[in-house]
């Protein structure tokens, strides 16, 4: 069964690089217009050429750190201004700060917190006045639209995994808000879905003795990457015996970001290769 995003305005937060790169091009493939939002000004820029060489225009972004507490207001304000609606919304941005729960700091923790769960909950509240007023008039005029909403968790988040208390603990909330906002916004037409990623080809999971593994993040500089020895033990205990790819990974969301999954609300999809921690 085919399908269009065509007329559809869609949100990617964490694009300019990795998962949620991969998840504009399919969103921006299918038809949809896309607001790509990161921190890093040059990846945003970068998707956005290579997405308008590859024939796709309809690609804006907007550069900020959704940790700000005033910027997911700035950000879909600035979608509604730009794009003209919010049809879906992907909540993908996000960071590992991993250490065992000892050497583990307040600041570390509640980071892991703002990015993985309040800055989704502040996308999606500064969101819920337009939702709730446009599906009120679609649905007065008799019709039904479905607009789409994509919570990135983890398969830390779903069975725990050491060294990741703060990670884990975002990512299990966020399941939390995906199940009440699906209860919630039902009754305005909106799908409310989570995708929760085993190891996907990304600097998140690149071998820790790569140079660049490391991002800046509020003066901190933050090693990214696994363990090359962990890394080839996993792909070992993995069904699929390998790392997912970052389109692979765009794939199970663009599954509830398409009508295919207009019945479906409040789930967690696994997309993992068949792996668990
Ligand atoms: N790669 C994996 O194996 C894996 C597994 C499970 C879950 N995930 C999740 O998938 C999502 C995407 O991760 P990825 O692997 O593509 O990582 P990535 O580092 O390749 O991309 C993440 C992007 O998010 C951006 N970002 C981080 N903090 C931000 C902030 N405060 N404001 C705006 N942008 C911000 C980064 O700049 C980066 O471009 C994350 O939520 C991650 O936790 C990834």
């Given amino acids: 069964m085919s399908f269009t995003l065509a007329g559809k305005s869609a949100l990617v937060t964490g694009s300019g690089r990795g998962i949620g790169r991969a998840i504009a091009t399919r969103l921006a493939h299918s038809g949809a217009c896309v607001m790509i939002n990161d921190l890093d000004e040059k990846a945003l820029e970068d998707t956005e050429s290579a997405l308008r ?60 917190l703002d990015i993985h769960l309040l800055a989704p909950f502040r996308i999606l509240r500064a969101a819920s006045g337009y939702i709730r007023e446009t599906a009120k008039t679609e649905i007065a005029a008799g019709k039904r639209a479905m607009r789409k909403v994509v919570n990135i968790t983890s398969i830390a988040g779903t069975d725990g ?26 009754r305005y037409n909106v799908n409310v879905n989570a995708v929760g990623f085993g190891l996907i080809e990304t600097r998140l999971t690149q071998a820790l003795t790569s140079k660049d593994a490391s991002m800046e993040m509020h003066g901190h500089q933050i090693r990214l990457g696994v363990q090359p020895t962990m890394l080839e033990s996993i792909k070992h205990s993995c069904p699929l015996g390998r790392l997912g790819t970052p389109d692979e990974a765009a794939g199970a969301v663009l599954f509830f970001c398409s009508p295919l999954s207009d019945y479906v609300t409040g789930e967690v999809l696994i997309c993992g290769g068949g792996f668990h921690f």
């Avoid at 730009?82 to 583990?104: P, R």
């Avoid at 990741?164 to 603990?169: K, N, V």
Wanted: net charge negative; hydrophobic share 35%; aromatic share 8%.
């Fill in 161 to 186: 995994n050491p060294g990741q208390a703060g990670y884990s603990s975002g990512k299990a909330g966020v399941i939390g808000l995906t199940r009440t906002m699906a209860k919630e916004w039902g």
């Fill in 53 to 112: 060489a590859d024939g796709y225009p309809n690609v804006r972004h907007i550069t900020g750190d959704l940790t700000d507490p005033a910027f997911p207001d700035k950000l879909v304000q600035g979608m509604l201004e730009t794009l003209g609606s919010i049809d879906i919304i992907v909540n993908n941005a996000g960071y590992s700060w991993d250490n065992v729960i000892q050497k583990t700091t307040d600041e570390q923790f509640q980071a892991m």
